[in-house]
């Protein structure tokens, strides 16, 4: 059951709940959003940042219609990666490709019906 204030009104549970005078959970709700606002309009507001890196691995290849096909995909590493039964489309004749890797890691693209 936690209290929340949303447009200058308190809800418990998505509920509204009516102002309490001296209500403690309603006075700290109220400071900590007061600080914040305080913090946003002053010097700023410190935040918590988590990174996280991504690799994308880039396919190159021409179709059958001849436009050159650069299909991406977000993999795990830049040495651990499995493609197998990723599927892209032409977007030029909307020729279906699907991708395959062996256990060798080697790449190769195949029609699809």
Same mark, same amino acid.
């Given at each position: 059951?936690?209290?929340? +204030? ?33 913090? +946003?309009?002053?010097?700023?507001? +410190? ?21 050159? +096909? ?44």
């Amino acid at each position: 059951m936690s209290l929340e +204030l949303k447009d200058g009104k308190f809800f418990r549970d998505g509920n509204p709940e009516p102002l309490k005078f001296g209500d403690k959970e309603q006075i700290k709700l109220m400071t900590e959003r007061i600080e914040t606002i305080k913090a +946003l309009n002053g010097e700023g507001l +410190l935040v918590h940042v988590d990174l996280e890196t991504t690799y994308t691995a880039y396919l190159s290849f021409k179709c059958t219609c001849g436009v050159r +096909l650069n299909p991406r995909f977000e993999i795990e590493s830049e040495r651990h990666y499995h493609l197998n039964g990723e599927i892209f489309i032409c977007h030029s004749c909307k020729a279906k490709y699907v991708v395959n890797q062996d256990k060798d890691g080697m790449i190769t693209v195949k029609s699809r019906p």
